[in-house]
Protein backbone atom coordinates (compact mmCIF):
# COMPACT_ATOMS: atom_id res chain seq x y z
CA UNK A 1 0.00 0.00 0.00
CA UNK A 2 1.79 3.68 -1.14
CA UNK A 3 2.48 5.91 1.66
CA UNK A 4 0.36 8.78 2.90
CA UNK A 5 0.90 11.69 0.20
CA UNK A 6 3.20 14.64 1.47
CA UNK A 7 4.89 17.72 -0.74
CA UNK A 8 8.46 16.90 -0.36
CA UNK A 9 9.54 20.37 0.54
CA UNK A 10 7.60 23.34 1.47
CA UNK A 11 9.48 27.00 3.23
CA UNK A 12 8.55 30.11 4.78
CA UNK A 13 10.29 32.96 6.82
CA UNK A 14 10.64 33.59 10.12
CA UNK A 15 6.78 35.15 11.45
CA UNK A 16 4.94 33.71 8.24
CA UNK A 17 2.59 30.75 8.71
CA UNK A 18 3.06 27.53 6.85
CA UNK A 19 0.89 24.53 6.03
CA UNK A 20 1.56 20.84 5.26
CA UNK A 21 -0.89 18.59 3.82
CA UNK A 22 -0.76 14.73 4.24
CA UNK A 23 -3.17 12.89 1.41
CA UNK A 24 -4.61 9.64 2.06
CA UNK A 25 -7.73 7.79 0.93
CA UNK A 26 -10.84 6.99 2.20
CA UNK A 27 -9.49 3.91 4.28
CA UNK A 28 -7.43 5.84 6.33
CA UNK A 29 -7.38 9.49 6.74
CA UNK A 30 -10.73 9.66 5.91
CA UNK A 31 -11.68 7.03 7.97
CA UNK A 32 -10.01 7.45 11.12
CA UNK A 33 -9.18 10.37 13.17
CA UNK A 34 -5.69 8.68 14.27
CA UNK A 35 -3.61 11.26 12.58
CA UNK A 36 -0.66 12.24 14.04
CA UNK A 37 2.38 14.87 12.89
CA UNK A 38 5.81 14.24 14.06
CA UNK A 39 8.86 16.49 13.60
CA UNK A 40 12.38 15.19 13.02
CA UNK A 41 15.50 17.05 13.23
CA UNK A 42 18.74 15.58 12.05
CA UNK A 43 19.99 12.64 13.97
CA UNK A 44 16.98 12.82 16.39
CA UNK A 45 14.16 10.37 16.87
CA UNK A 46 11.03 11.60 15.86
CA UNK A 47 8.93 13.40 18.34
CA UNK A 48 4.90 14.00 17.72
CA UNK A 49 3.68 17.29 17.75
CA UNK A 50 0.30 16.54 17.12
CA UNK A 51 -2.22 12.85 17.65
CA UNK A 52 -5.44 12.65 17.02
CA UNK A 53 -5.60 14.81 14.17
CA UNK A 54 -5.95 17.97 16.05
CA UNK A 55 -4.42 17.15 19.73
CA UNK A 56 -1.46 18.65 21.26
CA UNK A 57 0.71 16.89 23.75
CA UNK A 58 1.60 18.92 26.70
CA UNK A 59 4.89 21.05 26.03
CA UNK A 60 4.32 21.38 22.33
CA UNK A 61 4.06 25.27 21.25
CA UNK A 62 0.53 26.12 20.61
CA UNK A 63 1.96 27.47 17.11
CA UNK A 64 1.07 23.96 15.91
CA UNK A 65 -2.06 23.04 14.93
CA UNK A 66 -3.70 20.04 13.54
CA UNK A 67 -6.90 19.80 10.96
CA UNK A 68 -8.08 17.34 8.39
CA UNK A 69 -10.80 17.61 5.57
CA UNK A 70 -12.24 14.31 3.88
CA UNK A 71 -8.92 12.41 2.93
CA UNK A 72 -6.35 15.16 3.67
CA UNK A 73 -5.20 16.47 6.85
CA UNK A 74 -3.08 19.39 7.52
CA UNK A 75 -0.21 20.53 9.91
CA UNK A 76 -0.05 24.85 10.40
CA UNK A 77 2.67 26.28 11.79
CA UNK A 78 2.31 29.71 12.86
CA UNK A 79 4.71 32.40 13.65
CA UNK A 80 7.50 30.58 11.87
CA UNK A 81 10.56 29.93 14.05
CA UNK A 82 14.37 29.02 12.85
CA UNK A 83 13.59 25.98 15.41
CA UNK A 84 11.14 24.68 13.32
CA UNK A 85 13.31 23.82 10.24
CA UNK A 86 13.24 20.01 10.55
CA UNK A 87 11.43 17.32 8.62
CA UNK A 88 7.66 16.41 9.17
CA UNK A 89 5.75 13.41 9.00
CA UNK A 90 2.33 12.60 9.16
CA UNK A 91 0.83 8.97 9.51
CA UNK A 92 -2.50 7.74 9.69
CA UNK A 93 -4.29 3.95 10.95
CA UNK A 94 -5.47 1.86 7.57
CA UNK A 95 -7.91 -0.28 7.42
CA UNK A 96 -5.86 -2.48 5.26
CA UNK A 97 -3.71 -5.24 6.65
CA UNK A 98 -0.80 -1.99 6.93
CA UNK A 99 -2.92 -1.37 9.82
CA UNK A 100 -0.78 1.80 10.15
CA UNK A 101 1.28 4.29 7.37
CA UNK A 102 3.59 7.02 7.50
CA UNK A 103 3.70 9.67 4.16
CA UNK A 104 7.20 10.62 2.79
CA UNK A 105 7.89 13.27 4.69
CA UNK A 106 7.97 16.91 4.21
CA UNK A 107 10.95 19.31 4.54
CA UNK A 108 10.32 22.47 6.12
CA UNK A 109 12.78 25.16 5.74
CA UNK A 110 13.34 28.55 7.53
CA UNK A 111 14.04 31.09 4.99
CA UNK B 1 6.79 9.79 32.53
CA UNK B 2 6.96 6.99 29.72
CA UNK B 3 10.34 6.05 28.51
CA UNK B 4 11.23 3.40 26.10
CA UNK B 5 15.00 2.84 26.31
CA UNK B 6 16.22 0.41 23.50
CA UNK B 7 19.64 -1.66 23.07
CA UNK B 8 22.34 -0.84 21.91
CA UNK B 9 23.82 -0.21 17.96
CA UNK B 10 24.56 -3.50 15.69
CA UNK B 11 26.61 -4.43 12.81
CA UNK B 12 25.70 -7.59 11.00
CA UNK B 13 26.54 -9.19 8.20
CA UNK B 14 23.97 -10.22 5.49
CA UNK B 15 22.06 -13.64 6.13
CA UNK B 16 22.64 -13.13 9.68
CA UNK B 17 20.04 -11.91 12.29
CA UNK B 18 19.73 -9.16 14.71
CA UNK B 19 17.60 -9.16 18.14
CA UNK B 20 16.56 -5.07 19.10
CA UNK B 21 15.00 -4.62 22.58
CA UNK B 22 12.93 -1.99 23.74
CA UNK B 23 12.49 -1.11 27.43
CA UNK B 24 9.24 0.53 28.44
CA UNK B 25 8.79 2.41 32.18
CA UNK B 26 6.31 4.61 33.29
CA UNK B 27 3.06 3.10 32.18
CA UNK B 28 1.66 -0.24 32.29
CA UNK B 29 3.48 -2.31 29.83
CA UNK B 30 0.80 -4.83 29.01
CA UNK B 31 -1.90 -1.84 28.26
CA UNK B 32 -0.52 -0.60 25.05
CA UNK B 33 0.45 -1.95 21.68
CA UNK B 34 4.32 -1.71 21.02
CA UNK B 35 4.94 -0.75 17.30
CA UNK B 36 8.12 -0.90 15.69
CA UNK B 37 8.99 1.57 13.05
CA UNK B 38 12.31 1.60 10.95
CA UNK B 39 13.89 4.34 8.78
CA UNK B 40 17.04 3.77 6.27
CA UNK B 41 19.54 6.19 5.51
CA UNK B 42 18.25 9.54 3.95
CA UNK B 43 14.62 8.18 4.20
CA UNK B 44 11.33 8.27 5.43
CA UNK B 45 9.42 6.20 7.92
CA UNK B 46 8.35 2.71 7.77
CA UNK B 47 6.15 0.85 10.46
CA UNK B 48 6.85 -2.69 10.32
CA UNK B 49 4.60 -3.81 13.05
CA UNK B 50 2.94 -3.99 16.21
CA UNK B 51 2.45 -6.40 19.45
CA UNK B 52 -0.17 -6.68 22.18
CA UNK B 53 2.24 -6.95 25.18
CA UNK B 54 -0.74 -8.62 27.21
CA UNK B 55 -1.46 -11.44 24.72
CA UNK B 56 1.65 -11.63 22.80
CA UNK B 57 -0.47 -10.96 19.48
CA UNK B 58 1.44 -9.11 16.64
CA UNK B 59 0.72 -7.98 13.23
CA UNK B 60 3.40 -7.51 10.67
CA UNK B 61 3.35 -5.91 7.67
CA UNK B 62 3.40 -7.89 4.20
CA UNK B 63 6.67 -7.37 3.05
CA UNK B 64 8.56 -8.22 6.64
CA UNK B 65 6.81 -11.45 6.46
CA UNK B 66 8.30 -14.81 7.89
CA UNK B 67 11.92 -12.31 8.37
CA UNK B 68 10.27 -10.15 11.72
CA UNK B 69 9.51 -11.40 14.69
CA UNK B 70 8.04 -9.36 17.60
CA UNK B 71 8.36 -10.77 21.07
CA UNK B 72 8.03 -9.32 24.68
CA UNK B 73 9.04 -10.57 28.41
CA UNK B 74 6.25 -8.89 30.39
CA UNK B 75 8.27 -9.89 33.78
CA UNK B 76 10.84 -6.95 32.51
CA UNK B 77 8.25 -4.58 30.38
CA UNK B 78 10.39 -4.99 27.16
CA UNK B 79 9.44 -5.72 23.88
CA UNK B 80 11.57 -7.11 21.27
CA UNK B 81 12.29 -7.37 17.36
CA UNK B 82 13.81 -9.89 15.58
CA UNK B 83 14.61 -9.44 11.84
CA UNK B 84 16.28 -12.74 10.41
CA UNK B 85 18.30 -13.18 6.64
CA UNK B 86 19.41 -9.52 6.75
CA UNK B 87 19.66 -7.79 3.59
CA UNK B 88 22.14 -4.53 3.09
CA UNK B 89 18.91 -2.85 3.03
CA UNK B 90 17.92 -3.78 6.01
CA UNK B 91 20.41 -1.20 7.44
CA UNK B 92 18.53 1.51 9.43
CA UNK B 93 17.68 2.80 12.18
CA UNK B 94 14.66 0.76 14.27
CA UNK B 95 12.62 2.63 16.91
CA UNK B 96 9.90 1.29 18.55
CA UNK B 97 6.83 3.19 19.66
CA UNK B 98 4.23 2.90 22.41
CA UNK B 99 1.00 4.30 21.80
CA UNK B 100 -0.72 5.57 24.65
CA UNK B 101 -3.40 7.98 23.54
CA UNK B 102 0.09 10.04 22.14
CA UNK B 103 3.00 8.15 20.88
CA UNK B 104 6.21 8.13 22.27
CA UNK B 105 9.20 6.62 20.67
CA UNK B 106 12.60 5.06 21.52
CA UNK B 107 15.77 6.33 21.08
CA UNK B 108 16.59 4.38 17.97
CA UNK B 109 18.57 1.49 17.20
CA UNK B 110 21.14 1.60 14.45
CA UNK B 111 21.52 -1.80 12.31
CA UNK B 112 24.48 -2.00 9.92
CA UNK B 113 24.24 -4.72 7.32
CA UNK B 114 27.60 -5.28 5.68
CA UNK B 115 30.12 -8.02 4.31
Known amino acids: QSALTQPASVSGSPGQSITISCTGT?????????VSWYQQHPGKAPKVMIY???KRPSGVSNRFSGSKSGNTASLTISGLQAEDEADYYC???????????FGGGTKLTVL | QVQLVQSGAEVKKPGASVKVSCMAS????????MHWVRQAPGQGLEWMGR????????NYVQKFQGRVTMTRDTSISTAYMELSRLRSDDTAIYYC????????WGQGTTVTVSS
Open chain 1, 52 to 54: DVS
Open chain 2, 97 to 104: VVDTGMDV
Open chain 1, 91 to 101: SSYTNSSTLKM
Open chain 2, 51 to 58: INPNSGDS
Open chain 1, 26 to 34: RSDVGKYNY
Open chain 2, 26 to 33: GYTFTGYY
